[in-house]
């Protein structure tokens, strides 16, 4: 299995709502990532997770909370989100150290209304 | 943050020309990477450069790295309508920090 799965691939949500966002690999990488991207710009990093712990938060709000159950699963927990949080949520695995590339899922666009 | 700018911002060209595209990035490195990613979905990885490395082969992509101007070169030759995408360098500082530069447009008309 060569995949990152993310669900659901589409999420419209309320201001007050909250929802969470899932991404699972089977490829028995430790890092796994977060990253969001807004329309005709690149994906930014949000957080990096290392052998299931959070190594790098980029000073993300807390409205986003980041959770890492076991080293294949990464869930993205959204609460009291603002309009301007509409964008595409990419998650990514990778082996922890050396130089391999990025495997990334297709993404979870996401709509606050 | 953003680490590197791409030029051009958009490139269309007819199926059979090359397409090259550059990036430019601020702070060194330890591997320079590009990926492609069709219609805002995921991205795919393409090449990685190894940062004591300068030329790199895979199929029809041709990757070069000069690391004394900070720059990179991807190199498309005979291009496809399926090669029609955005194409984004990404850059790794430091631990695991994957940033990717403003991305290309390629456009291939049949």
């Known amino acids: 299995d060569t995949e990152v799965t993310q669900t659901p691939k589409h999420l419209v949500m309320g201001m007050t709502n909250k929802k969470s966002l899932k991404c699972e690999q089977h490829m028995g990488h430790r890092a796994m990532y977060w990253y969001k991207q807004k329309a005709k710009k690149p994906p930014e990093l949000m957080f990096v997770?290392?052998?299931?712990?959070?190594?790098i938060n980029e000073s993300v709000p807390s409205r986003f909370s980041p959770e890492c159950p076991n080293s294949s699963l990464l869930n993205l927990h959204l609460h009291a989100l603002q309009p301007e949080d509409s964008a595409l949520y990419l998650c990514?695995?990778?082996?922890?150290?050396?130089?391999?590339?990025?495997?990334f899922g297709s993404g979870t666009r996401l709509t606050v209304v | 943050s953003q680490q590197g700018e791409e030029d051009p911002q958009a490139l269309s060209i007819q199926e059979g020309e090359n397409a090259t595209m550059n990036c430019s990035y601020k702070?060194?490195?330890?591997?320079l990477q590009w990926y492609r990613q069709n219609s805002g979905r995921g991205l795919v990885h393409l090449i990685l450069?190894?940062?004591?490395?300068r030329e790199k082969h895979s199929g029809r992509l041709r990757v070069t790295l000069d690391t004394s101007k900070k720059s990179s070169s991807l190199l498309i030759t005979a291009s496809r309508a399926a090669d029609t995408a955005s194409y984004f360098c990404a850059t790794v500082t430091g631990f695991q920090k994957l940033v990717f530069g403003t991305g290309t447009r390629l456009l291939v008309s049949p």
């Open positions: 990514a695995s990778s082996r922890p150290v050396g130089d391999y590339g990025y495997t």
């Open positions: 450069i190894r940062s004591n490395e």
């Open positions: 997770y290392s052998y299931e712990k959070l190594s």
């Open positions: 702070t060194s490195i330890n591997n």
